[in-house]
């Protein structure tokens, strides 16, 4: 096991690093991959609003995407695996929603970039890796019934002139029309934050393949403005929907497929897509993960003894990303945070957690007037929290209530998270010590009631972890995965999330906690490392794209098992885990960010950030472990250091 010094060296340099990327404000936007999915998006969006825009661009505008469809085709170009195929991002395994999504834009392309050569040489093997992969069945079977990513990848595939109009899912937009209220209970084939997709991809295909009976299409038809009109009051004033560059830039080509090239939809998406695009060519699959990135490393430092963490981050910033107003895209109610301080980012369970727990760690270092405004944004933020559970006890994303689909069901990370930031709350605002918790007195009947409240809630929550543990003792997350292992699942960063989560609760010798404690144990590998396809035969043809490096899944499996080092063999294994940890930042591995992470619909992505605050979670905890104080360090430019 790493001695005192070299685990205070190694979390010194991890600590500097993580700072090297936080912003002048205080806090850090982090850095999403390129996506080659998201490229390909975007690039089939910009050639349709070509074809169909004829001469309503200027000249000047024109130019001005063409060389955007170059620099992004040529990103993909050189992005082609051995196989033919093309992954979600450039350290990805094909699949076949890529390479479906890459042939179209290719071929879109080609009367854009008569500079690039190596177009022709690239749908040869493009193409037979396609049918490898079963062509549109094989398509079907990676989504099954959820048509969210289904419908726009066939719809872009027949902009393009790859399948014909009636091999397009038919989605009926003209829901879209009800009361938001009560889209949860109409049944609908795309996930809650697929809307507008639902809306652009649905009336495209009718224009093209109108479908129904006659009396039937004629309604359709008369309610396409009403629901473009529902589409446009979503937009944000970024023009990019959930910041994502995926779902605007389907919305934008289905547009442009119907010839309304001049709607204000098109006109800020488009906007929004130039405005993304980075210098190699690509784009990356949303903007940034700001407010889930600075919470990471909020919290990570505080569980590694770091005091005055509001030196470090800024307050100011995260209050201010609370989300105020009823949100227009789902409806949300006041209180939650999203993944971003962007327009276009959408309240969540999983960021509101992490926001949650930072201001619950920066409360008792605060000022009087600051533990004020932290108080009556957590309050908020708590009764969001509150709100959004769902029946089964469970917490899902973005909506109660839709339980259809798997991106709209109670999540297992989400719920730990969720019960993590309850119970730090409640320990911060003591329920039988409200008279010395500094609080308004007209707030003190709130925090019993809200005491009560997230006593149900967590009972609840708890009830559900046990309900889906798996019998090996492990927890699957919703976010979070891994290419290489069996069904692309993540076990270990669900496990070793929801340990945590019991842990919090104060139940440490919990049964379910032992069961999870030991498959943790069990599944570290010879080299002392956890890996996710621990068990997967990694076949010759993935020579190209390496599998995870581990490093993420280690630094979670140390962190949960930080709190279970009692006897020999738990020592052992907590040791001999440390020792490799520490080996592979030594190699410079934290550097080097796998795609464990999952956008929406099981889009991979990873975030540079990750390995490094992930690592940084894990020696701290082992620093405060072994009774060890941290390095001081330095606050951000324009901090507060009396506060």
């Not at 959820?146 to 399948?163: E, H, Q, S, W």
């Not at 005091?307 to 989300?323: G, I, K, N, T």
Request: charged letters at 20%; aromatic letters at 8%.
């Amino acid at each position: 096991m790493p001695d005192e010094r070299e685990l205070r060296e190694i979390w010194a340099g991890l600590a500097h690093e993580l700072f090297e990327l936080r912003g002048s404000g205080g806090h850090w936007r982090g850095e999403l991959a390129p996506s080659p999915l998201a490229t390909a998006t975007a690039v089939s969006a910009l050639c349709v609003l070509l074809n169909g825009s004829e001469d309503a661009l200027s000249p000047t505008k024109r130019e001005v995407i063409r060389a955007s469809i170059v620099r992004g085709t040529a990103y993909l170009l050189s992005t082609q695996n051995s196989d033919g195929g093309w992954g979600d991002t450039d350290r990805s395994r094909s699949n076949i929603a890529t390479a479906y999504l890459t042939q179209a834009a290719l071929l879109l392309a080609k009367s854009y970039v008569h500079e690039l050569q190596g177009i022709d040489r690239a749908l040869p093997a493009l193409e037979a890796y396609i049918r490898r992969q079963g062509e549109l069945e094989g398509l079907r079977a990676r989504y099954g019934t959820d048509r969210t990513f289904v419908a726009p990848i066939a719809t872009n595939l027949a902009l393009a002139g790859l399948i014909d109009w009636r091999e397009v899912p038919a989605l009926p937009f003209e829901l879209a029309a009800f009361p938001q209220g009560m889209y949860r209970f109409l049944r609908l084939p795309v996930v809650s934050y697929a809307i507008p997709a639902l809306v652009a991809v649905g009336q495209v295909r009718f224009h093209f393949a109108p479908t129904g009976v006659f009396p039937w299409r004629m309604v359709r038809r008369a309610v396409r403005n009403i629901t473009l009109t529902v589409v446009r009051k979503m937009l944000p004033e970024s023009g990019g929907f959930l910041e994502a560059v995926p779902l605007t830039a389907f919305v934008v080509m289905s547009l442009c497929g119907m010839r309304r090239t001049k709607d204000d939809v098109v006109t800020r998406g488009v906007a929004f897509l130039l405005r993304l695009q980075r210098n190699c060519g690509a784009w990356p699959v949303d903007s940034d993960l700001a407010v889930w990135t600075t919470t990471l490393a909020a919290n990570a430092l505080r569980v590694s003894g770091v005091s005055q963490v509001s030196r470090l981050v800024s307050l100011d910033w995260l209050l201010a990303s609370q989300h105020r107003e009823r949100h227009p895209f789902t409806g949300a109610a006041p209180g939650g945070w999203a993944w971003t301080d962007l327009p276009g980012g959408v309240p969540d369970a999983d960021d509101t957690s992490g926001a949650l727990l930072a201001l619950a760690g920066m409360r008792h270092e605060a000022s009087h007037a600051q533990r004020s405004r932290i108080f009556q944004a957590a309050s908020q933020g708590l009764q969001w929290l509150l709100a959004l559970q769902n029946s089964d006890g469970g917490w899902p994303t973005f909506c109660r209530g839709w339980g259809r689909l798997p991106f709209d069901r109670s999540g297992v990370d989400l719920t730990a998270h969720a019960i993590r930031a309850l119970t730090a709350w409640k320990k911060t605002v003591p329920h039988g010590d409200i008279a010395a918790a500094a609080v308004e007195p007209d707030c003190r009947s709130k925090i019993h009631q809200m005491h009560r409240a997230m006593d149900r809630a967590i009972a609840a929550g708890l009830a559900f972890l046990r309900r889906r543990q798996r019998d090996d003792g492990s927890w699957l997350p919703l976010w979070f995965g891994n290419e290489w292992a069996n069904h692309e699942e993540n076990p270990i960063y669900g496990t070793a999330r929801t340990i945590l989560a019991f842990i919090d609760a104060g139940l440490r010798t919990d049964p379910c906690v032992v069961r999870a404690v030991d498959w943790l144990k069990q599944r570290q590998a010879p080299d002392g490392e956890w890996h996710a396809f621990h068990d997967f035969p990694i076949s010759a043809q993935d020579h190209d794209v390496p599998p995870c490096n581990g490093i993420e899944e280690t630094a979670l499996a140390l962190s949960a098992l930080s709190e279970f080092c009692d006897g020999p063999d738990e020592s052992r294994t907590y040791a001999r885990g440390l020792a490799a940890l520490a080996a592979a930042v030594r190699e410079g591995r934290h550097r080097t960010a796998s795609p464990i992470g999952l956008y929406f619909a099981r889009l991979w992505y990873y975030e540079r950030m990750y390995p490094i605050v992930f690592a940084l979670e894990a020696v701290g905890r082992a620093l405060r472990r072994l009774g060890i104080p941290p390095p001081h360090l330095d606050p951000y430019p324009g901090s507060d250091s009396s506060d």
